[in-house]
């Protein structure tokens, strides 16, 4: 920051401070919470789909309603769905801010339970589980104030209540009150339910045996929901308004936007979006957009940082997705944070799935098939005998320490560990792929100085998928499999740079966690540089001719280049001159065909998926105003020194 501000700045000030030291950091949670106070109480009647009582005793569940007490005094409800039969069942216990009352009626109440639940709740039940879903505080029927992933109590919560408390109560609640229960539970979730399933191994109640969390949101900042490596995911404005607009989500999209790369660049900055939207008014919103750097607001509640301060002493079988468009960073991240002092209790899942998909039928994602249902083969082979183990007292079920789907050869593997290639630490080490000359991608290092440039136009910004653009929440949308879309079309702009392979004479197997070394300038004061590993196909294609050219991403990702050298302290970038960029990309476990290209497509937006980089440096991108957005000459520089991939080629 400079040392001396102007009145104008001044206004301001609580927007555009970097706040980098914890003595000014703001506690996240304050009275009230994070939903503008209006009335709205929770309904105490039953309003689950109606079962008559002629139909009921045909029925292989119940469906109960409860509320449950917390040690503030607030009540939480809660659904459960309780096998009928007899003898004692453990529970498996999912803490939501998306509606017990929706995830246990999502149709008609029929003989089954899959008629009322998702596939993997319904599995469970068929398996001898209690299903029961809470809803979190404030949210939907739970009393309370809702904090968008409240913090651990502590300097961002001074309240006596957090989620690990409320996981505790409800547990202690359920195992003295449930009659059905066997006195075991397990935590379990998919994203925000992921990270309140994490949120119960902080302080474990003695009843808690295993924990399944599924494409949890672990570190928000560094590659999850909100950031990425700095760059602020725009995207998800609609889900942060719909979840802290009221205790309802029903809306988490702007019906008038039917096209969010036209609407998003009409209204400039986030942060004007943001207001243009009535969201300066929503206290996340404005936590959100006044810590745009890597402080200790967020440090403070990144889970793998905060549960590898203690041994893992629950069973814990974390689940990710390669192709996951939310929360793609948290679950390897957080396996390899606890590895080290787990007791052999953290278990890794890499599925080939998109966000939330082990939930559901996996047998294709986007234009991909796997030959079978991948998601069900999980859940029947490795979810539920991982909680018989734990929660049933049956023999061990022998999950491997790592399991990872390949797609090419589509099959299971395995691993004693992961992940099997880095930059630093691993069984295997990477190896350099260099960009090179005329747009060559080559292992071998080029002989010579080259570069390639571009122009960067922040009014004219890469899309990150064709035109138009829908929300990601909103009807029709195929969010959840963009990650899969071919690059050609962005390929063809001029404002991109695509390095690619000679088709390759063998196939290679990638596992592990890919390495950006970018060699690059600009001619501004920030940027940001987006780098795109891509697996071309063949053209023509006789065997998969719908794929004929396909170009593939298999891992993608952002930095935020003001935050180069120190994710806490963003600095302005010296023009022209070449600055060496290091980040990881995604994790990856995939093998490449013979006869197929790598291609490698670097470029400065990726838009509205995140915002746009002024390419000016300012204190604050949020606040940055129109003036404040220049164009600016992107070059990428080769040769022994200059750019590569790191790939984590083994076997």
Not at 323 to 341: C, R, S, V
Not at 429 to 444: E, H, I, Q
Not at 446 to 471: F, W
Request: charged fraction near 20%.
């Amino acid at each position: 920051m400079p040392k001396r501000m102007d009145l104008i700045r001044v206004a301001s000030l609580a927007l555009v401070m970097p706040l980098t030291a914890a003595a000014q950091i703001q506690p996240a949670v304050q009275p009230g919470g994070d939903i503008p106070a209006r009335p709205a109480p929770a309904p105490l009647g039953p309003v689950g789909p109606a079962i008559a009582a002629a139909k009921a005793g045909a029925f292989t569940y119940e469906r109960r309603e409860l509320f449950i007490p917390m040690r503030d005094g607030a009540r939480l409800y809660a659904v459960l769905i309780i096998p009928r039969g007899t003898g004692k069942f453990p529970i498996m216990l999912d803490r939501t801010p998306y509606s017990a009352d929706k995830q246990t009626a999502v149709g008609p109440a029929g003989a089954a339970p899959e008629t009322i639940l998702s596939p993997l709740n319904a599995e469970l039940v068929r398996a001898g589980y209690i299903v029961a879903i809470e809803d979190v505080r404030g949210k939907y029927r739970s009393e309370g104030n809702y904090v968008m992933n409240r913090p651990l109590k502590g300097p961002l919560n001074p309240t006596a209540v957090d989620h690990s408390t409320d996981a505790w109560d409800t547990i202690d609640w359920l195992v003295r009150n449930v009659a059905e229960s066997n006195g075991r539970v397990g935590t379990f979730g998919t994203s925000y339910d992921g990270f309140t399933a994490l949120m119960s191994l902080v302080n474990p109640h003695p009843a808690l045996k295993a924990s399944v969390p599924i494409n949890p949101m672990v570190d928000v900042w560094k590659g999850d929901d909100w950031f990425h490596n700095g760059a602020f995911r725009q995207e998800m404005i609609g889900y942060v308004y719909g979840q802290t607009i009221g205790r309802q989500s029903d809306r988490e999209w702007f019906p008038a936007a039917t096209d969010d790369y036209a609407t998003a660049l009409r209204f400039g900055s986030a942060g004007a979006y943001g207001r243009a939207m009535g969201m300066d008014r929503l206290p996340f919103w404005q936590r959100l957009t006044q810590h745009p750097a890597y402080d200790s607001y967020w440090q403070e509640q990144a889970l793998d940082r905060v549960l590898a301060r203690r041994p893992l002493q629950i069973p814990t079988l974390i689940v990710g997705s390669l192709w996951d468009q939310e929360d793609i960073y948290g679950a390897p991240a957080l396996f390899n944070a606890l590895k080290g002092a787990d007791n052999g209790n953290a278990h890794l899942v890499v599925g080939p799935w998109y966000h939330g998909q082990a939930n559901f039928p996996g047998m294709t994602l986007g234009p991909l098939d796997w030959g079978s249902d991948t998601s069900r083969w999980f859940r029947q082979r490795v979810l539920i005998p991982f909680l018989d183990q734990y929660l049933k007292g049956a023999a061990s079920a022998g999950i491997a320490r790592v399991l990872a789907f390949e797609p090419g050869p589509n099959h299971w593997r395995r691993l004693a560990d992961w992940p099997p290639a880095c930059a630093r630490g691993c069984p295997a080490n990477l190896t350099a792929l260099y960009l090179g000359p005329r747009k060559s991608l080559s292992f071998d290092a080029p002989a010579g100085q080259a570069s390639q440039s571009y122009v960067s136009d922040p009014a004219q910004p890469v899309p990150y998928r064709m035109r138009p653009t829908l929300a990601p929440f909103a009807p029709r949308s195929t969010w959840q499999t963009w990650l899969t879309d071919d690059q050609r079309f962005a390929e063809r702009r001029r404002d991109v740079l695509a390095y690619a392979t000679a088709p390759l004479s063998a196939p290679f197997r990638l596992a592990g966690t890919p390495q950006v070394h970018l060699v690059a300038s600009t001619s501004g004061t920030d940027s940001d540089w987006v780098v795109k590993l891509i697996d071309v196909y063949p053209d023509p294609n006789p065997q998969k001719p719908g794929l004929s050219g396909y170009e593939l991403p298999i891992a993608m990702d952002v930095i935020r280049g003001r935050y180069r050298t120190d994710p806490t302290h963003p600095t302005p970038l010296t023009p022209n001159v070449p600055l060496t960029y290091e980040f990881s990309l995604p994790t990856l476990s995939y093998v490449v065909q013979p006869g197929h290209r790598l291609m490698v497509q670097v470029q400065s937006s990726w838009f509205p998926l995140y915002d746009r980089n002024p390419q000016t440096f300012v204190p604050n991108i949020f606040i940055a105003k129109p003036p404040d957005y220049s164009v600016a000459r992107q070059t990428i520089f080769n040769g022994a020194d200059g750019s590569w991939i790191g790939l984590p080629i083994v076997g």
